[in-house]
């Protein structure tokens, strides 16, 4: 009897000791998954960041068209303004 007293309390210390070495071994493979899933939600942030810088290179090209039309009108009204005050024939 005093036999398995004995085994009784071996398997209750066994048992109080792999629960927790079981906890921290989960623990440190959690740990571990998320290091690994690091780099893909810095390809997923370094994606979104082109993602924005296209649009910010987008709107700085539609700004650039625009003003190149509006440079252009401006142009186009001196040159006729020139040919109003010279009586007809452009200046150069």
Do not use: H, W, Y
Not at 7 to 27: D, G, K, Y
Not at 39 to 66: F, H, R, T, W
Request: some cysteine.
């Amino acid at each position: 009897m005093t036999q398995r007293i004995a085994i009784r309390l071996s398997r209750a210390e066994r048992l109080a000791t792999e629960r927790p070495l079981r906890a921290i071994q989960v623990l440190i493979l959690c740990l571990f998954g998320g290091l690994l899933a690091l780099p893909a939600l810095a390809q997923d942030l370094s994606k979104e960041q082109m993602k924005g810088l296209d649009e910010q290179v987008q709107e700085i090209k539609s700004d650039v068209l625009g003003i190149s039309e509006e440079l252009s009108r401006l142009e186009t009204s001196l040159k006729n303004s020139r040919v109003t005050r010279c009586g007809g024939t452009p200046m150069s």
